[in-house]
């Protein structure tokens, strides 16, 4: 059992990470914007970026970012620390 | 020749011999069957996952339509992302619910949250539907690879008859587990070949990927950009979002939710699977290096792009280790689609139209369902015609309907009455049948429309009816007093 004034000091860092969680978690959104919407302002072949189409090379930059942005959001998640401490999955 | 076909037959007797071996000292219950117990670790549900994302529909029909359409392949690569994103969220809840009520299939997912028999079996029915169109392209694949692999000595419709035997076999004696292990020796295959071929091909015949891209655009101008109509960019982002969205809603992937031990499994495959996605790349280079080395094809045979090329550019041996590669990537997903639709007949619709069956029976009826299933999978296969993409979009447009419905029950207060949610599936369902069984386009049936509506996926724009009908029926059937959240 933690003493009082530990497990304030836990609780507000706990709603610390989550603000910055909810404002993190917009990243995700981000993948669809750039591939629902963007792709039509690079419907071309030339430049080719990477060797490949402009178009193919722009969603293959999505799928590389959304990689990124979804391990940023995995990493920073209280919800990972949280069951990982509790040791409910140890594999 | 003859050593292609030697290596790929090996390759199937090795698939079932890891099927068989899987079973040995077991005894299975309906549950251990489909979901293997809920034993499996990380390492093994990635690799299931990406199992079946890998199929004979990456393989083949990936690259049969960068050969066959171009650009148009290029969604293939972008929903699977969006769809992780959504799964990072979208998963941990249903694996918790499904945990805690012990359900081993989607629509006793359904059924539960929406304390609905009836919905439940209408879930089931859809997903039985959406599947057939997906075991097909996996037949459809395995005739391709043996009757082009035996250099036409063996006919495409022997081949498909050939390749449904030995998933029924494997799928009877082993469930889930033998697919599971297929998986891993499967992923290890596929990514060494298509790798291979996707830097071989493109070097070899053209010097490059700037060489060959500039090749292909010279010789066919626009085939690399979405087109003004037809397969323009809102095909483009209607497919894409279709696809994204339906991604988790086939029965077999949901049924491999209930698979992981942890969610946790859920929010590291999020970040970890995309960049798995990348190697579709490679399945693309083959396609377009297929473009103006075996030129030609058309129509339903765009899908054997890749199997000519490698004709045409290895010795026979070589052709048998990418028909074996093939091979598992049919057989794979395609025993995991089997199970999945044998089981929501077993145990959805047997069992919801008649529940005093015992267990036993139904497991034993699961798996006398099997061949049937399969059969009738041959039966569709061999009426031919279609391309594997065309294949997998309908069975999209099918399935994606189960989304709207899904994801309000997710929430605390789920705003869809379960007259809406039968409602909205049922329309979504009834609008991609009448457009795919009539070949018409939702314009020439609402003439008002824009013209840029024939562009739209017609599965997309069955969502959104489906979406007005849930919102119609849901406020419709809605009682007065706010419905508290039973259901968390």
Redesign the interface.
């Known amino acids: 059992m933690l003493s009082q004034p530990a497990r304030r000091f836990v609780g507000t860092r706990r709603s610390r990470t989550q603000a910055e969680m909810s404002a993190i978690r917009w990243l995700?959104v981000l993948?669809?914007i750039g591939?629902?919407?963007g792709?039509?302002f690079v419907?071309?072949?030339?430049p080719?970026v990477?060797?490949?189409?402009l178009?193919?090379s722009w969603?293959?930059g999505?799928?590389?970012l959304?990689?990124?942005?979804?391990?940023i959001?995995?990493v920073l998640?209280p919800?990972?620390a949280r069951?990982?401490a509790d040791g409910?999955?140890a594999? | 020749m003859m050593s292609a076909l030697v290596i790929i037959f090996l390759a199937m007797a090795v698939a079932l011999a890891l099927g068989l071996r899987a079973r040995s000292g077991k005894t299975m219950t309906l549950e251990q069957w489909t979901v293997a117990g809920r034993g499996f670790?990380?390492p093994l549900v990635f690799l299931l996952t990406a199992g079946e994302i890998y199929t004979t529909f990456t393989f083949l029909g990936g690259s049969g339509y960068a050969y066959g359409k171009g650009?148009p392949a290029?969604y293939i690569?972008?929903y699977?992302?969006?769809a992780?994103?959504l799964s990072?969220w979208l998963l941990p809840p249903i694996w918790r619910y499904a945990k805690r009520h012990r359900l081993v299939s989607q629509p006793h997912f359904f059924a539960r949250k929406y304390d609905s028999p009836a919905l439940g079996l209408l879930v089931a029915a859809v997903g039985v539907i959406a599947l057939v169109p997906y075991l097909v392209l996996q037949l459809k694949g395995l005739g391709i690879i043996v009757s082009v692999a035996s250099y036409g000595s063996i006919s495409a419709d022997m081949a498909i008859w050939i390749g449904a035997a030995v998933v029924t076999a494997y799928v009877m004696v082993s469930g889930v587990r033998g697919s599971a292990w297929n998986a891993v020796v499967k992923d290890v295959l596929i990514l060494a070949i298509v790798i291979f071929l996707g830097v071989y091909l493109p070097f070899h015949y053209y010097g490059?990927?700037?060489e060959?891209?500039?090749a292909i655009?010279a010789a066919k101008p626009g085939f690399?950009?979405?087109r003004a109509e037809g397969q323009s960019?809102l095909w483009?982002?209607s497919t894409?979002?279709l696809t994204a969205l339906g991604f988790f809603m086939w029965p077999h992937a949901f049924g491999a939710v209930f698979t992981a031990?942890?969610?946790?499994?859920f929010?590291?495959n999020?970040?970890?699977l995309?960049?798995y996605?990348?190697i579709l790349?490679f399945v693309?280079f083959c396609g377009f290096a297929a473009i103006l080395k075996v030129p030609g094809l058309t129509g339903g045979d765009i899908d054997l792009s890749l199997f000519r090329l490698s004709i045409q550019s290895f010795d026979p041996w070589f052709v048998g280790v990418i028909g074996a590669a093939g091979v598992l990537t049919a057989l794979v997903p395609g025993s995991m689609i089997l199970t999945a639709a044998a089981t929501l007949l077993a145990n959805d619709v047997a069992r919801g139209l008649s529940p005093t069956i015992a267990e036993d029976s139904v497991a034993s009826i699961a798996r006398g369902l099997v061949p049937i299933i399969a059969l009738v999978a041959v039966w569709f296969t061999l009426q031919g015609g279609q391309t594997i993409v065309a294949l997998l979009l309908m069975g999209y447009s099918f399935v994606t309907q189960l989304f709207p419905a899904l994801v309000c029950s997710l929430m605390r207060n789920n705003p869809v009455t379960k007259a809406g949610a039968f409602a909205g599936i049922a329309v979504g369902v009834a609008a991609v049948a009448i457009v795919s069984l009539t070949h018409s386009t939702f314009r020439s049936l609402l003439p008002f429309l824009p013209a840029e509506m024939n562009d739209v996926n017609v599965g997309f724009a069955a969502l959104a009816l489906n979406v007005i009908a849930t919102a119609a029926v849901s406020a419709a059937t809605r009682p007065a007093a706010t419905i508290a959240a039973e259901h968390v």
């Open positions: 995700a993948p669809f591939i629902l919407i792709t039509a419907n071309r072949v030339e080719l990477f060797g490949m189409p178009a193919l969603i293959v999505w799928v590389v959304g990689a990124i942005i979804m391990a959001i995995y998640d919800a990972n069951s990982e409910e999955e594999q | 670790g990380g650009a290029y690569l972008a699977g992302v969006l992780y994103i990072y490059g990927y700037s060959m891209f500039r655009d690399l950009a979405f960019v483009f982002q894409v979002a031990r942890s969610e946790r499994t929010r590291r999020a970040f970890m995309p960049m996605q990348l790349l693309f």
